[in-house]
Nanobody, 127 residues
């Protein structure tokens, strides 16, 4: 059973940047399509980005498009979320999620479409 662990969260000032990592153990990243989600306390978990395992193509929620970049290094078994120009509204717990990659050409936007989840990492944007 593959296991995913996020890291890289922390406190950053508005306008700053962070890079989150999502590292797999017990499996190889190239078998998975990766999604990033975020969740505020008491709120719903919201999808923000997806990178496919087959084509490595990516897509983003409108709320982060142009500021966040999802990427992957299958040799290092790690996916990333580069977050730039952060605002206090980006304060959330961030989760990576994984599903077996396929060749459907689809992206995946919903929690139930992902089988494996990391434990989350807190991002706080504050001055």
């Amino acid at each position: 059973q593959a296991h995913f662990v996020e890291s890289g969260g922390g406190l950053v000032q508005p306008g700053g940047s962070l890079r989150l990592s999502c590292t797999v153990s017990g499996g190889t990243l190239d078998h998975y399509t990766i999604g990033w989600f975020r969740q505020a306390p008491g709120g719903e978990r919201k999808w923000i980005a997806c990178i496919r395992g087959s084509t490595k193509s990516e897509t983003y929620a409108d709320s982060v498009k142009g500021r966040f970049t999802i990427s992957r290094d299958d040799v290092k078994n790690t996916a990333y979320l580069q977050m730039n120009n952060l605002t206090p509204e980006d304060t959330d717990v961030y989760y990576c999620a994984a599903r077996q990659t396929d060749f459907s050409g689809n992206y995946y936007y919903y929690e139930h479409q992902y089988r494996i989840w990391g434990q989350g990492t807190q991002v706080t944007v504050s001055s």
